[in-house]
Each structure stands twice: as structure tokens, then as C-alpha cells.
């Protein structure tokens, strides 16, 4: 839905380009880039300022440090000198000193959550804040114990807030000679697969069911071997999730297994933190002339769907530091003939990357061999198909690479919404050479008469007949128009921060409400 602020749209130069809560980048000086600075924190050069020394900050010593040219920010207790990483911070000085001298854990968390602060400032860490300061933790309320045994498996509950005590999901196990089966009562109707996420390595089971916007976790170190292959079994109408794990060894179980810390809880999907695989890069074609498509292979052990709409990140270590980037999951082409994918599709993940030729992050992607592992996060995403469900007109504005999050969604339009009459593309570029699947598109605008695509290009060559420009208030009006009066629209904007933030203006001043635009985040 529309209900960000204009500073949280995409940022450019990411896939998504924006981060939750969201700022756009801006442009940094020579020899400011990412590398740069990773450089600079491996070159014994005292960042803290504190000669190597860890202290004790209290409230009003971190409130002194205010400035830009003397700046500390407190990230979950600890607190870090950021004045020598003002100026290889890609949002900004301005960004940083909205948490100067003050705890930013809150701030830090809608834009950065995914990033990896402690690697990146760990040489500017200045030490603890005074205990009687750390801000209390996220409430959790625990719910009483159950008064029996799981098969032998006491599982603690915990719930964040109250309100939410009544959905709290709760799971049972069960095991014949050679299977074990785990049983997870979500008490959430519509379960489906993309809701269940699954993996199991060197025995430690991770389960993770999503509850609307919160988060239940099955989380233990399995009392016996397991094989590879499990499978996921779901009773959409009741809400249960079947988990079916094949024994290594046909022996009794007399337990599940020991709970890990955090078993058995339910909290806020938010507050779980993201949790990574390692994934084998199996392909990687070209797509444009600095395009690639790159074809991911999840572990056997694993069962994940990333929803229509959402992203994930990909983590890489670069020069000792731990880098992390988002990118929204594409098909491995636009299926023509509007069958759903296979069941062995579940397996990959799809990629369309962007090669930047200054670009640390997509540099070393590049730089991938097959064989070669990437750690690639759960999905996450605000986007709900029954947006798409409940219209009639589905217009996708998207610009560059911001056409990745469009891919799943018109396949799922054309596929599985019987009521759109009209989705229409308009796809902003720079060149003809720039088009992504210009091909795909216009065969899929032949195949289904609702389908339409519009191409716009900001440097076309001569011989070019199509439209041209940037997007603007006359461009929109011109190609996104209700079919009926009254009909229900959804528009979809992704793109770099200037064409998101003033497509979602240009909308709104030709008289599209909030409810009726997504602008998607990363």
C-alpha cells in the first residue's frame, strides 16, 4: 500500500533499490566507495578514537557526540564512532545525524535491517551503553507451559503481545519405523506452501511457519540422522502443516530432539531476524549487454517459495567484511503458454542482476563460478496477491530492473486472476540495448489480448519509433487509464528513487488514492 514516506522509496543502484523504511543514495566522493572504506577499516588506523581501549558510555556522554565531525550512534546497546563513516555512507551524511548522539536502533531497523553493522563498524566500535541505559528488550510474554509432553519434548512458548496469544500455533510429532512426522496447528486458514519454510543441515531442523505478519519457529536438534529429501504436506482449509522427514536409520525416536533457543516461539516476523542458506550457482546467461540471469540451486534439505512480490537477500563476504544486498526473484522466462511451473522449478531460484562496472557487490557476483555458493536470506515483502485478486485494471510502471518484481506478478495475473480485463506494462529505459526480455514481452502481448506493453526510452537512436522521455504527469495520463469508470486498479511503480518517488506523486495528482498504488521496497 501507499503509506511510506517519500524518502522510502527505492534507492538507486540496488535491485530493488530501496531498503525498508527507505533514503536514496547519494553521490559519494572519489575514493569513497565500499571498498574504499574496507580498505580504511583494515589499515590499523585508530577509528574509535579510543586507542584500542572499550568503554562504558552513559546517556549523557553518548548525547555529546552530536556532531558530524564528532558523531556516535547507539545500535542495540552498543555504541559506535560513525564520524570517519560519514563519508563513505551511501544515504548520506544527513542520514547518519538523524541518529547522532542517540540510540538509532529504532531508525537503523527501518532502513538497514538486513545489513551486517557489526562487520561493517566493528573498528569503530567505542564499547557498551551503562546497563541501567539498555533500552528494555522487546516485550515477550510468556504463555504457561504445556502441561504435558510432546512425545518427550517440554516446547516453551513464547508470544509477543498479547492480542496475539489466541493464534499462537503449536505442533505435535508422531514416527512410524521409518518416518517421522511433524504436525504444526498454525489455527490459520489459507495455509499454503510459500507460508512454510523448511531446512535441515547436520541434523538442526528449522521450521518456520508465517502467520499474516507474524512469525512461528520450529527450531531443534534432531535426535537421530535424517535423509535429504523431506517433504511438506498442507491442509490449506484447517491450517496444518505436515512436515514428513525420512530416518536414516529405522530406530525409535524416544525424543524429537533438544530445542534450541528459539524453539517454539511466536513473535513478530520482523523481529525474527533473517536466516540464510547457502545456495549453488548452477547457470548464468546473459540477458543484456550488462544483464545476467543467474540460476540458483536451494539445498536438497531445503523447502522455500518466494511469494510474488517479495525479495530476498544475497550475502557474500568481500574483502573480510559481510555484504548484503536485495533482489526480487524472477521466473527463468515468461511462460507463453500459461501453465504453472513444475514442481522441480521449486528447487531454484531465478536471479536478474544488473552487472555495474564500479559495482563492489554485483562485481563479485559476476565473479561467480558455478559450483560456487552464495548464502541467499528467507523472502520477505509487503505485497499480497489478493491486491491483484480484488482488480480489474493492473498497470506496472517500472523502470530498468525494477521490472524484476513485475515478472511473477504478471505471470500470476494472466495465470490465475480471471477478473483483470486489462495489465498493462509501461517499461522506462534508457536504449533499445537496455529492454530486458523486449522479445518475451511482446510475444506475451500477442498470446492474451489483455496484455499490453509500452516501451519508453530516455535516449533512443534515431530510427527509433516508439515513445520517448522520462516519466512524467502527461505520460501516465496518457497510458494508465481505467477501462470502465468505475473500474478497481491497482498500480505497481519500481525503479530508482527520482522515477518512483515522483511516479507515485504524478499518480496521486491525477487522482489515484493510496490504496490503489504499491511502490515496491527492499
Known amino acids: 500500500m501507499l503509506n511510506v514516506p517519500p524518502q522510502a522509496f527505492p534507492a538507486p543502484g540496488s535491485q530493488q533499490r530501496a531498503a525498508a523504511g527507505g533514503r536514496g543514495k547519494v553521490p559519494l566522493k572519489p575514493g569513497r566507495s565500499l571498498m574504499d572504506w574496507i580498505r580504511l577499516t583494515k589499515s590499523g588506523k585508530d577509528m574509535a578514537g579510543l586507542k584500542g581501549r572499550l568503554i562504558e558510555v552513559t546517556e549523557d556522554e553518548l548525547a555529546k557526540h552530536n556532531k558530524k565531525e564528532d558523531c556516535w550512534i547507539c545500535i542495540r546497546g552498543f555504541v559506535y564512532n560513525v564520524t570517519p563513516y560519514m563519508e563513505y555512507h551511501p544515504g548520506g551524511e544527513d542520514e547518519l545525524m538523524k541518529a547522532a548522539g542517540t540510540d538509532g536502533t529504532d531508525l537503523f531497523d527501518q532502513v538497514h535491517r538486513w545489513v551486517n553493522y557489526e562487520s561493517m563498524l566493528k573498528e569503530c566500535l567505542v564499547g557498551r551503553m551503562a546497563a541501567k541505559l539498555i533500552a528494555a528488550p522487546k516485550e515477550i510474554t510468556s504463555v504457561s507451559e504445556e502441561k504435558k509432553h510432546l512425545n518427550g519434548m517440554l516446547p516453551e512458548k513464547k508470544v509477543l503481545g498479547a492480542s496475539s496469544k489466541d493464534l499462537t500455533p503449536s505442533y505435535d510429532w508422531f514416527q512410524t519405523d521409518s518416518l517421522i512426522a511433524i504436525v504444526i496447528y498454525t489455527k490459520q486458514k489459507d495455509m499454503n506452501a510459500e507460508l512454510v519454510i523448511l531446512d535441515c543441515e547436520d541434523k538442526r531442523l528449522r521450521g518456520e511457519i508465517i502467520v499474516d505478519g507474524y512469525s512461528y519457529l520450529l527450531e531443534v536438534d534432531l535426535d537421530q540422522a535424517i535423509q535429504e529429501d523431506m517433504a511438506v504436506n498442507i491442509a490449506e482449509k484447517v491450517g496444518k502443516v505436515e512436515i514428513i522427514l525420512k530416518k536414516k536409520d529405522k530406530v525409535h525416536w524416544k525424543i524429537l530432539g533438544q530445542p534450541l533457543e528459539n524453539h517454539n516461539t511466536f513473535m513478530k516476523r520482523t523481529d525474527r531476524g533473517l536466516f540464510y542458506r547457502k545456495c549453488k550457482l548452477v547457470s548464468k546467461t546473459e540477458v543484456t549487454h550488462d544483464t545476467k540471469l543467474f540460476c540458483l540451486l ?208 504524478y499518480l496521486k495528482d491525477l487522482g489515484y488514492s493510496q490504496e490503489e498504488v504499491h511502490p515496491f521496497i527492499a
Open 298 to 505: 536451494l539445498p536438497k534439505s531445503t523447502h522455500l517459495r518466494v511469494p510474488t512480490g517479495q525479495h530476498v537477500y544475497l550475502k557474500q563476504i568481500i574483502a573480510g567484511t559481510e555484504v548484503v544486498k536485495p533482489y526480487t526473484p524472477v521466473l527463468p522466462f515468461l511462460p507463453l503458454d500459461f501453465q504453472e511451473p513444475s514442481g522441480h522449478d521449486n528447487a531454484y531460484i531465478y536471479l536478474m542482476i544488473k552487472i555495474y562496472s564500479c559495482g563492489l557487490f554485483t562485481q563479485a557476483l559476476d565473479h561467480l563460478q558455478i559450483g560456487d555458493y552464495i548464502s541467499v536470506s528467507n523472502p520477505e515483502g509487503s505485497f499480497k496477491k489478493s491486491q491483484v485478486q480484488t482488480s480489474e485494471d493492473l498497470f506496472l510502471l517500472a523502470a530498468g530492473t525494477g521490472f524484476t518484481p513485475m515478472v511473477k506478478l504478471l505471470n500470476f495475473a494472466l495465470t490465475e486472476v480471471s477478473c483483470l480485463r486489462t495489465v498493462k506494462l509501461i517499461f522506462f529505459n534508457r536504449t533499445e540495448d537496455d529492454i530486458l526480455w523486449r522479445n518475451q514481452l511482446e510475444q506475451l502481448a500477442l498470446k492474451d489480448e489483455r496484455f499490453e506493453v509500452q516501451f519508453i526510452l530516455s535516449q533512443p537512436i534515431r530510427d527509433w519509433v516508439g515513445k520517448q522521455g522520462m516519466i512524467s504527469s502527461s505520460l501516465l495520463s496518457e497510458f494508465v487509464k481505467r477501462s470502465r469508470k468505475d473500474s478497481k486498479v491497482l498500480i505497481c511503480i519500481c525503479g530508482p528513487a527520482p522515477f518512483t518517488e515522483q511516479g507515485v506523486q
